[in-house]
């Protein structure tokens, strides 16, 4: 008898789909804990795997599987999961890193571009044909090439950004984290301090660790307080990792001078936002890995991170529980 998977929030690649559709019993929930909660929640009953993404699936959801095997998130990040309870239950959980590194490391170079250079108030000004004379003093952005850029959480994507910033834009790289990273020392020259040093330090700041309960708010009113009154505060992160509140207050009161922000505390960002107020704040939906190219390899990843456990055999990508 075949295994039985749910798929949910997340559509998987169509071929991915086909081959799982073909190994195993599917059901997909788009709207796992709203519109198809119910149905969800009924499936569960017998479900042996999960694969998805963008849900949080805690115990009281989890409580209605009492065969789950493994959940296999089709994301990098896996903040949704409470990892004490799933090793409790013996549930194996897996992730796609590295198949968002890259892309994820796009989104935040270009995001640190679009702030330091103004790139979506100049555009703007453009399209709504408020282009009348030569830009001048009031229009102008800042240097991105020779400055310098500190990472804080130094890990896949935190280095994958460092390599561009260094080899591309000739920028030295500042880190703070847990640990020395000798590899990238050597490699792109990174120097570590602690953080309230590299806060105080850089040009641009980019925030690039995984949301836990360490690091939730990392960056509040005290750390924007430590900014040097030109730098650029970037988070491709999780929201959470920092204060919208303080940032806000921050921005308003020219602590520094802009920010840019592929995530939020809360997603997708209400449109009353005060933080869309600010002219000097970038603001992309959530779309570190959103290209064909990267979601069709973590769509993959995800799938044999699966079959892997469902199989018996080890994944490639386990999360440490
Ligand atoms: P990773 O390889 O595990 O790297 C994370 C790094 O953060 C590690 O080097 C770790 O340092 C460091 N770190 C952890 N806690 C820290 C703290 N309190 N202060 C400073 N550094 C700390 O993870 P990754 O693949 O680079 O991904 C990082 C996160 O990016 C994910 O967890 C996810 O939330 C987010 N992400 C966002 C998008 C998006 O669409 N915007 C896409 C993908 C991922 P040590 O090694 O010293 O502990």
Redesign the pocket.
């Known amino acids: 008898m075949k295994k039985k998977v749910l798929v949910f929030s997340r559509a998987s690649s169509a071929e991915v789909m086909a081959d799982l559709r073909e190994r195993y019993e599917l059901s997909v929930f788009l709207d796992p804990l709203g519109a198809d909660r119910e149905a969800f929640v009924a499936a569960l009953a017998d479900a042996d795997g999960l694969i998805g993404a963008g849900s949080k699936l805690d115990e009281s959801v989890l409580q209605h599987a009492p065969k789950l095997q493994v959940i296999s998130t089709i994301?990098?990040?896996?903040?949704n999961y409470d990892v004490a309870y799933l090793k409790q239950r013996g549930i194996r959980l897996t992730n796609t890193?590295d198949a968002?590194?890259e892309t994820?490391a796009d989104?935040g170079f270009m995001l640190l571009m679009m702030t330091a250079r103004r790139a979506v108030e100049l555009a703007t000004l453009v399209r709504e044909g408020e282009w009348k004379a030569s830009i001048g003093e009031a229009h102008f952005g800042v240097d991105v090439h020779g400055k310098r850029l500190g990472i804080?959480?130094?890990?896949?994507?935190?280095?994958a950004v460092a390599r561009r910033a260094h080899f591309g834009f000739g920028m030295s790289i500042l880190y703070?984290?847990?640990?020395d990273?000798p590899q990238y020392e050597e490699e792109f020259g990174a120097r570590r301090l602690p953080?309230d040093a590299l806060l105080g330090e850089a040009d641009f700041v980019c925030v690039?660790?995984?949301?836990?309960a360490?690091?939730h708010h990392?960056i509040g009113e005290r750390e924007f307080g430590l900014l040097r009154k030109e730098a650029i505060f970037i988070n491709?992160?999780?929201g959470p990792v920092v204060d919208e509140t303080a940032l806000v207050a921050a921005l308003k009161a020219g602590k520094f001078r802009g920010a840019g922000l592929?995530?939020f505390q809360k997603e997708p960002l209400p449109g009353d936002s005060p933080l869309l107020a600010l002219p000097n704040l970038v603001a992309l939906p959530?779309?570190?890995?959103?290209t064909h190219e990267a979601r069709e390899l973590m769509a993959r990843t995800a799938a044999d991170n699966l079959i892997a456990v469902l199989d018996g055999r080890e994944p490639a990508y386990p999360v440490e529980l």
């Open positions: 994301s990098a990040g896996y903040d890193p968002v590194t994820t989104t804080i959480g130094l890990g896949r994507i935190g280095a703070s984290g847990h640990s990273k953080m690039c660790v995984p949301l836990s360490e690091t990392l491709i992160a999780r592929d995530v959530h779309i570190g890995s959103a």
